[in-house]
């Protein structure tokens, strides 16, 4: 299949023409929609991108884009952030991340894909039909939306959808939903970078696919910016569906795989 979508993947060093170029339009367009919602780029751009490139070299360059993107964003969503759910959301989530890992380690990564999916569609389903907080909930509810983003992120590398579905939830301006969101993937791109980092998965290639992203990066991520100023009334439409698709996407990846090995 991806060689039908995109160049054939990446098998040893540096990568081609063709394969550059389906990166940059990938990073581009991941950028603008990430810059509207606040959230997304990794998300939408790893799995585009492994298409073309090996995984964990799309996950490294979308962890370091996501991080100097952040890096750039940090001060004008600072002013905007919900900094009490930020810090609870991130504490609950580096306290579940390991138990996610562990878990990965007991379930089939196929049996988990369909679980998050699973949760991933319930949130979408009673957001969708108009159940969320009425008021801010305390610290352990928000210790424990931040837990569920941990075991997502160690279960399947997808911390997202339990935090944009926290912040979805929340009476809560969608200026400041989207301000509070791109602190916290900072926060998260932070870790990832990190572990990646400590493994040796950032080399010469994933640096130079880094910095030659970064302008896309950082266009995409303004122009998205400036559609959320336009049409800022569409956040929550918009981030809504997306959960759902990332919830198909990922029970079909799961089924595929599953059927896959039991043929």
Do not use: K
């Amino acid at each position: 299949m991806p060689d039908l979508l995109l160049p054939g993947p990446l098998s040893s060093g540096a990568p081609s023409p063709g394969i550059l170029a389906a990166v940059a339009l990938i990073v581009a367009l991941c950028a603008v929609f990430r810059g509207f919602t606040g959230f997304g780029f990794a998300i939408i751009a790893v799995p585009l991108m492994s298409l073309a490139l090996p995984p964990i070299l799309a996950v490294a360059v979308a962890a370091g884009l996501q991080l100097l993107g952040g890096l750039m964003d940090f001060r004008g969503a600072a002013r905007e952030c919900h900094w009490p759910s930020v810090r609870w959301l991130a504490a609950g989530s580096v306290v579940a991340s390991p138990l996610g890992t562990v878990l990965l380690a007991w379930l089939p990564a196929d049996a988990a894909r369909l679980v998050l999916a699973g949760a991933c569609g319930i949130a979408v389903l009673a957001l969708g039909i108009g159940h969320g907080f009425r008021s801010m909930p305390g610290r352990n509810t928000t210790v424990a939306a931040g837990a569920l983003s941990g075991l997502f992120n160690g279960l399947a590398a997808m911390p997202g959808p339990p935090a944009v579905a926290y912040y979805l939830a929340l009476p809560m301006a969608p200026v400041q939903v989207r301000a509070s969101l791109l602190v916290f993937f900072l926060f998260s791109a932070l870790l990832s970078s990190a572990s990646l980092l400590a493994i040796g998965a950032f080399g010469r290639v994933e640096t130079l696919l880094v910095l030659a992203g970064t302008p896309l990066m950082l266009a995409g991520s303004y122009l998205g910016a400036r559609l959320f100023r336009r049409l800022g009334g569409a956040h929550r439409r918009v981030s809504l569906l997306t959960l759902a698709l990332v919830a198909l996407l990922t029970a079909a990846r799961g089924l595929a795989g599953l059927l896959a090995g039991a043929g």
